[in-house]
């Protein structure tokens, strides 16, 4: 069964407007922690925001803002304001468990949703 | 500071070549990961290192795949012989050990391999 499921293969949404972009996870640990990594045309994955199982709050990074509904096993991504810098690849990832001996255990990926925005 | 690095960018190689794939970390992440995204679908785990050690290579597909870190610095992923399904992108990534769980990973530009 699929970890991360993302829905979305493809979003289009108008500058300046906000976009969620929907992410579901599937883990029986407790302890898990949950990315947003954006990639543009240029192909380096960048690290957009991060949400743990056991933080109460909503993540938010600037325009970035995480809807984490713990009960659905969503984390939703909120983008708002959208700008033509942020059309490109957004993944959605998991890692599970708290690590061994300071060592982050790997990231379990979602397909990937690509958003463009039009002006 | 520079971020990750791989080497070469793309790699087009003929069904039953060699090649080795290039990861240079950002400076003192002791943490190594290599992932691959066959098109189409989601980015997988392939193996972590933590410094020269391997620590989970759960992920490698098979044994045409080795991949080592000697000095627990760059790391080499060798493909050989190379299949047409072994297509796709390879992504390095790395962080620093002792970090929480919630630390992220810096990953590169990834490679991009064709077997042709």
């Known amino acids: 069964a699929q970890k991360i499921t993302q829905t979305q293969p493809g979003m289009f949404v108008q500058e300046k407007e906000a976009v969620t972009l929907d992410c579901t996870y599937d883990?029986?640990?407790?302890?898990?922690?949950l990315f947003w990594y954006k990639q543009p045309s240029s192909g380096e994955m960048i690290f957009l925001i991060y949400q743990g199982s056991y933080d109460q709050q909503n993540a938010t990074e600037g325009r970035y803002s995480l809807n984490f509904q713990k009960a659905r096993k969503s984390a939703n991504l909120v983008i708002s304001a959208s700008q033509l810098g942020d059309s490109a690849m957004y993944f959605c990832a998991m890692r599970e468990g708290r690590g061994y001996g300071g060592s982050q255990g790997n990231l379990i990926f979602g397909k990937g949703t690509k958003l463009s925005v039009k002006p | 500071e520079a971020g990750v690095t791989q080497f070469p960018s793309h790699s087009v190689i003929e069904k039953g070549q060699t090649v080795t794939l290039r990861c240079d970390p950002i400076?003192?992440?002791?943490?190594l990961y290599w992932y691959r995204r066959v098109m189409g679908k989601e980015i997988k785990f392939l193996l972590h290192f933590v410094k020269e050690s391997k620590q989970d290579e759960s992920g490698m597909p098979n044994n045409r795949f080795l991949a080592e870190r000697t000095g627990g610095t760059y790391s080499t992923l060798k493909v050989q012989p190379a299949e047409l399904e072994d297509s796709g992108v390879y992504f390095c990534?790395?962080?620093?050990?002792?970090?929480?769980?919630?630390?992220?990973?810096?990953f590169g530009s990834g490679t991009q391999l064709s077997v042709l």
């Open positions: 990534a790395s962080s620093p050990l002792g970090g929480r769980n919630n630390e992220k990973l810096f």
């Open positions: 883990t029986s640990d407790p302890s898990y922690g």
């Open positions: 400076s003192g992440h002791d943490n």
